[in-house]
């Protein structure tokens, strides 16, 4: 991305950090108005998640509410756009 962009770049693997860790991480850099982008492993789990193997997917968006009306429970949502999905 730095050599596309010329903008400062940094790499995170989900599994060596916290998944709310991850989400503040991403939501600053979508306020802070950056590129974010992820890609999916080899993992036949992945497809049970409508997402395809090996591929990279744009951030777009995360939204955090509640899941219910006491507000105790969290929901944290990311939205993916696939560059190469047709309209």
Same mark, same amino acid.
């Given at each position: 991305? +730095?050599?596309?962009?010329?903008?400062? &770049?940094?790499? +995170? =693997?989900? #599994?060596?950090? #916290?998944?709310?860790?991850? =989400?503040? !991480? %991403? @939501? @600053?850099?979508?306020?802070? /108005?950056? *590129?974010?982008? &992820?890609? &999916? %492993?080899?993992?036949? /789990?992945?497809? $049970? !998640?409508?997402?395809? %193997?090996?591929?990279? +997917?744009?951030?777009? @968006?995360?939204?955090? #509410? +509640?899941? @219910?009306?006491? $507000?105790?429970?969290?929901?944290?949502?990311?939205?993916?756009?696939?560059?190469?999905? /047709? *309209?």
């Amino acid at each position: 991305i +730095y050599v596309i962009s010329g903008f400062p &770049t940094e790499t +995170y =693997f989900i #599994d060596e950090i #916290d998944p709310l860790e991850t =989400f503040l !991480k %991403i @939501n @600053n850099a979508i306020t802070s /108005s950056s *590129l974010v982008c &992820t890609s &999916t %492993i080899s993992d036949e /789990s992945i497809r $049970n !998640k409508g997402l395809v %193997i090996n591929h990279s +997917y744009t951030v777009i @968006n995360v939204v955090e #509410d +509640y899941k @219910n009306s006491n $507000n105790m429970e969290h929901i944290r949502l990311i939205k993916l756009r696939n560059p190469w999905e /047709s *309209l």
